[in-house]
Each structure stands twice: as C-alpha cells, then as structure tokens.
C-alpha cells in the first residue's frame, strides 16, 4: 500500500498487510494498535515518536529523518532498521533487528547492554562511548567519528570495522575481522600481533609506522604514502600489495602475496628487474615470494614456469621468447644475489 506524501493521519485498528505500507513523507502522527506489515513499513520523514507495544513488522522498518525518540520494550525487526538522521534517544533493552541497525547521525549514547543485530551495525558520527559486554553483530560495524575510545579485548567482527576518524589510540590483543579495517585520520600507530583481516587494509592517513608480526590480509593491503619502511616477517597478503611510494628497501623472505605486487623497482633492493624490455610495456622484475623465485610483470604474478606458459599463451612467439629469456635473466642474478640455487633449463 503505497501512501507516500498524502495528508493521511490515521490508520484504523487491527489493520494488517501482507506486503508493504509506505507512509514517507504522509501527515501520519501515530499508529495504531495491533498494526502488522508483512513486507517493510516506511516511515521516513515522518512525525511519529512512538510505536505501538504490539507493532509487528515482517520486512525492514524505515524511521530515517523522522520524530521518533524511542522503541517498544523488547522489540522485533524481522528486517532492516533504519533510524538514520531520527530523533532516537534510546534503545530498548534486549532489542534484536534481524538486518542491519543503522543509527548514524543521531544522539544515541549508549547500546542496551543484550543487542542483537543479525546485519551490520551502522553508529557513524554518534556519541557512543562504549559498547556493551554481551552486544551480538552478525555483520559489520561502523564506528567512524565516534567517541569510542577503546574495542573489547579479542573482539570480533564478521564483517569490516570501519573505526575512521575516532580517539582510539591502539586495537586490542586477539582482535578479529572478516572484512575490511578501516583506520584513516586515527592515533593509532601500531597493529596488534598476529592479526587477521579477512577483507583489505588501507593505511593512507594513518598514524601507522609499523605493521606487527604474522599481520594476515585477504584483501589487498596498502602502504602508500606510508612512513612504513620495513615489511615484518610472515605477512600475507591475499590480494594486491601496494608498497610503492614508501621507504621500503626489502622484501622480507617469508612474504606471502598471491595476487600483486606493486613497489618502486628501484628503492627495493632485493630484485633484479628488466625495465624498458622491447615490446613489452611494462617491467620485468624476479623477487623471492611465497617461498619461490616469482616473476612480476603488470598484473601477472607467479613462478617462472607459469610465466612461461601465460606468455606463449598471450604473446606472439618472437615476444615470448624475449619475455622468457628476460625473466629467466633475472632469476639468474637474482640467485647469485640471494645465494639461493636456481635450476635453469633450456627453453
């Protein structure tokens, strides 16, 4: 049912709907009792403050912008609830929202202490200070340009953690998340040991000026324009590894990168590139990665072998041999650099 921006301002009692209802923008100041929305129940911009003891939405609940200030006792969202921009003040206890919680922009101070949002918890530009012991997330959690001065100790997230722009000044022991970390315009200046990030970490406008021991990332990892100029032991980056534009000099031997590598060929100082190679647009370089000699080339990262067979697959023959004989080149003086035996055969 849809009545968006009509003058409406009363609904009868008992009313139930199987789908939708939407009242954005309508006159409606209250509703009534016993009301059931199967599907979602929209009521952006709108001046309601309260709902009824009984309210049973299916589907997502919508109160951005609105007037309301607070939520039932023991309250159900079987969808979304999204209460950005709104006047809410306060949470009901045990409140669970089966979706995501969206409560950016508002005076929130405080999270019931036995929350349970199944989604993503959204708390960006709030005055949450703290979050509670038992608090339950199923998604992600935004803390950016909060007040949060401090995360639980092994604290988990099965989504991103954006922290941007809040006091927190160090993350805590055994922390967790399956997504990304997002840390820019923090204080924070070191990672806790042996983290693992499931999705990306992009360090630009951080504090950050060294990366801790067996740091695990899924995604790609970014230290451009960093003051980091040493990579730690065991880091993994399951994705693309940007170390350009950074002070970096080494790679450290026990570095894992499964998709790119991406640094200025010469500030490192252990590789030997061929640059400018006829025909070829962009260098060739061979460094020690993934407990192998790896040849680098644009997107292309992986042993000499597979190089071999990816370019008489892309190139024409001339080229191919040219780029074999390139990266076999720089295999060979790499060897002699690291003092690592090489097999070379013939091609």
């Not at 939407?22 to 599907?39: K, R, W």
């Amino acid at each position: 049912m849809d009545l968006y921006h009509t003058n409406i301002k009363t609904l009868p009692n008992n009313l139930s709907i199987s789908g939708h209802l939407n009242l954005a923008h309508s006159h409606i100041e209250e509703l009534p009792q016993n009301l059931t929305i199967g599907g979602n129940l929209n009521l952006n911009y709108t001046h309601i403050q309260t709902l009824p003891d009984n309210l049973s939405v299916g589907g997502n609940l919508y109160l951005a912008y609105s007037d309301i200030k607070t939520l039932p006792n023991t309250f159900f969202c079987g969808g979304n609830l999204d209460l950005d921009s709104s006047k809410i003040e306060s949470l009901s206890d045990n409140l669970t929202v089966l979706g995501n919680l969206i409560l950016q922009y508002t005076k929130i101070k405080a999270l019931p202490e036995h929350i349970t949002v199944k989604g993503n918890l959204n708390l960006y530009d709030t005055q949450i200070e703290v979050l509670p012991t038992y608090l339950s997330i199923g998604g992600g959690l935004d803390l950016s340009y909060t007040n949060i001065t401090s995360l639980p100790e092994k604290f988990s997230i099965n989504g991103n953690l954006a922290l941007s722009g809040t006091k927190l000044t160090n993350l805590p022991e055994g922390l967790s998340v399956s997504g990304s970390l997002e840390l820019e315009y923090t204080e924070i200046q070191t990672l806790p040991r042996n983290l693992t990030i499931g999705g990306n970490l992009d360090l630009f406008h951080t504090q950050i000026n060294k990366l801790s021991e067996n740091l695990s990332v899924g995604g790609y990892l970014s230290l451009q324009n960093q003051k980091i100029n040493t990579l730690p032991e065991n880091l993994s980056v399951n994705g693309t590894l940007y170390i350009d534009e950074t002070e970096i000099k080494r790679l450290p031997k026990s570095l894992q990168v499964n998709h790119v590598l991406i640094l200025d060929i010469e500030k490192i100082e252990n590789i030997v590139y061929y640059k400018n190679l006829e025909g070829f647009a962009s260098t060739i370089f061979a460094c020690w990665i993934n407990n192998e000699f790896t040849i680098v080339a644009a997107r292309f990262l992986g042993a000499l072998k597979t190089f071999e067979e990816y370019v008489d697959k892309n190139e024409s023959y001339e080229n191919a041999i040219n780029y074999k004989i390139a990266a076999r080149e720089c295999i060979e003086k790499l060897a002699k650099k690291l003092n690592k035996p090489f097999l070379s055969n013939s091609l």
